[in-house]
């Protein structure tokens, strides 16, 4: 299967072989963008990555995640029109570690929740659902080494967000929630992260969960018993670590779910992005792409010379657009370091899906692998 793609009047051949093309602009966005406009000293950052996407008032709009020099993570807001270049940097970030001026949902205990990401806020993902817009991302406590909650804040204006605390009382990562309900349900997808072994990869960090909701605001989320999606120990360019990226996407095929996966190696742990289809009435059906669609390269992080780079071999999304003619604009960080895109179309990551797929619950590869 083929594909030839128009974006900016410029044609990107697809294939299978090359089911995503990197924008040969990268990378989008830069810590010297964000620092032009966040002068403070305070402010100044050395990573722009991880961004969340959506689009508001005919805007393009990221969330996008900078490391400050001293380690503490904060969100900034970046808008352009045609999702690709000329990006407008906020004057200010959008979310820092909250304080008693923010908003708060009624009934949170608002000392908590302060304590609750002192240590800074991470990898926002953004889903649209009626007029609200639901960000849920990583809340590191103030002292606690490594205890992380994934919060929930919504905005309708992307000017007052109101934080209602964390999604539930454990570490679950990378919670991208659907867009729209599904027979009576709003769902997520979640990745578990309590470690017993105090390691970053492999364990626990191998499943993802299905969670359902009545009411995405309440923050009480029923999670799956068991995964939806599991990687066992066979060799595989997820084997050690999966978690959803961007929030899913409706299209045709099914809800489009584009994953990252980890690989542990003898010198570092490249993550790659994977892609997976859930059927669009019941998500816990699905077909997962064996075939990883894209493999951090130098192009992933382009940078001058003295630029810090924060984590080689990463490439990792926590946003999609789909656009009408079934495009999918993949926002990626490089290397933890740069904003980037990439571009793809539905019909082909589907096409991977249902060509290539994996038991979803193994990893093993299900297609005919050796011709045999
Ligand atoms: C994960 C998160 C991401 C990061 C990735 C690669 O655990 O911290 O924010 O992009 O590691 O370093």
Redesign the pocket.
Known sequence: MKKDILVNDYVYHLSLNVPVHRYEHNPILTAHDVNKVWTDPQLRVITI??AGITVFKEDVLMLF?SHLRNGISVIGMAKNENGTNDWIVSEQPALVPCNENDAFAPGTDIEKLIENEAGGV??PRISKIDETYFITY?AYHGFKKDRVRVSLATTQDFQTFTRHGPILEKDM?NVVIFPEKINDKYFALMRPNDDPRKS?TGGIFKEIRLATTSDPFSNIWKVSKYPVMKQDDGPSAFGD?I?PGAPPIKTKHGWLSIF?G?RSTMDG?P?VLGVALHDLDDPSKVKVSNIPILFPSRADCTVEPEDYI??PN?V?TCGALRNEDGTIFIYY?GN?TVMNVAFSHEDILAELCNRFPQDPLTGIPTYNLFYR
Do not use: A, I, L, T
């Open positions: 990555h991880n995640r991470e990898d990583s990562r970053h670590k978690g990252h980890v742990n993550y924060h984590v990463v990792f960080g933890d």
